[in-house]
Structure formats: C-alpha cells, structure tokens
C-alpha cells in the first residue's frame, strides 16, 4: 500500500502555490506509506541549451562549491548549483550525458535523480511530513508535479528505492500496486541497452516506457503496450515537462481519486488528501476507469 497525489495548476496565479498547496496532500498518505517520499515537480524550463540534473548525497557530505569548481574545470561550461540540505538541482550548459558519465567517475557518493528542462526531484527515506520540511517543500512553485509516500512490500527501503522513478528526459513515474514480472521485463529490457539501478518493480515499468518512448511512441501509446506486458495491481502516475497522466490497470483495485477544476487538476489515492483545496466543493470528482488512460497538458 502506497499513496500518490498530483496536482496540475491550470491558473497560473497558482504556481507560486504550488509547494503549499501539495504538501498537506502528500502528509495526508502518510499512513499509505510511512517509509519514504518523494516528489518531482516540473518548474519553469531552463534555456535550450541547458539540463537541470537533480543530485542526492544521501548521509555522506558533499562540497558541492567544489564540484562546481570541479565541473567548471572539466567542461568549461556554465553551471550553477542550487543546494536543498543533501540534495542540489544543477544546471548546466554541457552535454548532459557527458555530465552524468562523469559524476559516476569522479563523485560516485552523489546519485543522479533526474535529467531534464524542468524537472527537479526530491526523495528520501523517512516520514513524508519530515522529508517535507527538510527540503521546504512548501516553498517550490511551478506548474505541476507528481509525489509519492512508499510502504516497503518488496524491497528496501532506500532513497533509491523511493518513488518517483524517471527515466529520459523530464519524465517520471510513481506507483501504488505490485508487479508480478518485473524480473521477466528487466531480462527483456537488459539486453536492449536498458540500465537498471534497484530491484524494485516499479522501476522495471518506469524501464519498459523508457524503452517504448525511446522506440518512438508517444506517452499514451507507451501505456497502451503497458496493458500486456505489465502484469500485476497498478494505479500509475506519470509526469512529463507539460503533461500530468494517471491510469490504472483492468481491475482498478488500487484506489484512486481525481479532482478538476478550472484552477487545477488534483489527483491522490484517497479524497482527504484534497479535501483542502481551495473550492473543493465545486470540483468536478471522479475515480478513474480501468484501463481508461487520462492525462492533463499545460
């Protein structure tokens, strides 16, 4: 039993609400997952030339102005480091790729959470209102995000194993199921160039849309083929630079409920977790259909 919540601001007046507005949602599927948490939210995109890359430290300390100074030296490039306590948002002016091969040779203590414009992602282990406050959620703003409170049913509980997942660019996922085959994906996968990072299952679904966006199809046509081949209890939640998606699997098991508006769209396993939305009231609420794929664009 997991809990997710997500929530997209049509009127821009809110964006500068965004963090606030999410954060008495994500403390709210505490008991749905007390383990960890996680959040990624989708912020102004940076220039075209330039990847933000979202970074963790986990309890080891890291310098992080001389790894700037570190980077500077390497690339030549423009970087600038903005620091959340054991996590930083990087932004950079050089081939993110090159960047990212690089930290894993020469900082191999600080993991990369994510690559993209607009994304920056946050997780930890830990109470989700505690993980809240030690990177000031309710601070962020922007467009949307996508979040997550994990209870550990079938592997450890580690800031890598913690949701969101991401994969490519601007693009991730949270979970709240079980997967029967993500053994038999990861074999499928492997051998195709897919890298994995954890033996959780949601990373092998989060894998498996990497691989189908990657082949070319969009994100819906990626979900689609995520019928057959992903086997198991899911309601999934995803999040791309300017889409917010939610569909569960054909027996809709794993709740879900969603709130729109003409402000915004709000999503979470269970309705206390919007019930503090400003006009609540006058939202339209439904439960998502099985098998029926929904998806909101800024």
């Given at each position: 039993m997991c809990g997710i919540v997500g929530l997209l601001v049509k009127n821009p007046a809110l964006r500068g609400q965004l963090g606030a507005l999410m954060?008495?949602?994500?403390?709210?599927?505490?008991?749905?997952?007390?383990?960890?948490?996680?959040?990624?939210?989708?912020?102004?995109?940076?220039?075209?030339?330039?990847?933000?890359?979202?970074l963790y430290s986990g309890e080891r300390a890291v310098d992080w102005s001389a790894l700037l100074d570190a980077l500077a030296?390497?690339?030549?490039?423009?970087?600038?480091?903005?620091?959340?306590?054991?996590?930083?948002?990087?932004?950079?002016?050089a081939d993110a790729d090159r960047v990212v091969s690089w930290l894993t040779r020469t900082a191999p203590t600080v993991a990369v959470l994510s690559v993209g414009q607009s994304i920056d992602l946050y997780k930890d282990v830990g109470?989700?209102?505690?993980?809240?406050?030690?990177?000031?959620?309710?601070?962020?703003?922007?467009?949307?995000?996508v979040g997550h409170t994990r209870m550990a049913t079938e592997s450890a509980v580690t800031p890598?194993?913690?949701?969101?997942?991401?994969?490519?660019?601007?693009?991730?996922?949270?979970?709240?199921?079980?997967?029967?085959?993500?053994?038999?994906?990861?074999k499928r996968l492997e051998p195709l160039g897919i890298h994995f990072e954890t033996d959780n299952d949601t990373e092998a679904a989060?894998?498996?849309?990497?691989?189908?966006?990657?082949?070319?199809?969009?994100?819906?046509?990626?979900?689609?083929?995520?019928?057959?081949?992903?086997?198991?209890?899911?309601?999934?939640l995803m999040g791309t630079g300017n889409e917010l998606l939610i569909v569960r699997?054909?027996?809709?098991?794993?709740?879900?409920?969603?709130?729109?508006?003409d402000d915004y769209v709000a999503i979470a396993?269970?309705?206390?977790?919007?019930?503090?939305?400003?006009?609540?009231?006058?939202a339209t609420l439904f439960e998502p259909k099985p098998e029926e794929i929904y998806s909101w664009r800024i």
């Open positions: 954060v008495p949602m994500l403390t709210g599927m505490t008991e749905r997952g007390p383990d960890s948490a996680g959040l990624a939210v989708y912020t102004t995109p940076v220039a075209a030339q330039q990847r933000k890359i979202s030296r390497e690339f030549g490039e423009a970087h600038e480091i903005a620091q959340h306590g054991n996590q930083a948002v990087l932004t950079t002016g109470a989700p209102a505690d993980i809240a406050k030690r990177y000031d959620f309710a601070s962020l703003q922007g467009t949307h995000l890598k194993h913690a949701h969101p997942f991401t994969a490519g660019r601007d693009f991730c996922l949270v979970h709240n199921g079980s997967l029967s085959n993500p053994h038999l994906v990861r989060c894998r498996f849309f990497e691989w189908r966006l990657r082949e070319g199809d969009d994100l819906t046509q990626a979900v689609t083929r995520g019928f057959s081949e992903l086997d198991g209890f899911f309601t999934f699997d054909a027996f809709a098991c794993k709740p879900a409920v969603v709130a729109e508006s396993s269970e309705f206390r977790s919007l019930a503090h939305l400003p006009d609540i009231a006058h």
